[in-house]
């Protein structure tokens, strides 16, 4: 498993190199102008006269595909982003979006299961793969995330798969 290919971020250009998750063959890939992206009111109602680009926090999704000729499946991502500092040899500095995933939908095997694993701890996986970034606090304006009374509730019957994600990884 590579734990860092499951860390990056995605740019307006290009996603981290993940499996497909109907063919396993495949390598999705962004698709032409499906990155979408708006900041947030919040981010908004915080700028001032000491604001600082880093502040800045957007809301994205996008369209992926995989690039396999016989599967071209199509899975969204959505989640949150910024503005993130980057420094070239002449000391300027210039300030690209980047986008943090917190769902992916079909969401990819985060690890290959071995051909022998039973159906029933095959099902359960793949459906703790599905909330490996759900228990992730968006990396932007972590005050943002409002969470509400039923969201709480049903994300405690589902932390059990998350954890058991989390530890294998």
Known sequence: MKRELWTQSL?????????????GKGVLSLMPKSLIFKETAASQKSQSDFWDPEWITYAFCAWLKCGHAS????????????????FDPDGETRWPEVFYPLFCWPMPEIFELPANCPDKVTAELRAAFSLFWSDQLPRRDESELRWSASWTSSASRSAGRTRMVNSVI
């Open 71 to 86: 599967c071209s499946q199509e899975v969204v991502v959505s989640g949150s982003g910024g503005l993130e500092a980057e």
């Open 11 to 23: 740019t307006k250009h290009s996603v981290p190199p993940w499996p497909c998750p109907a063919c």
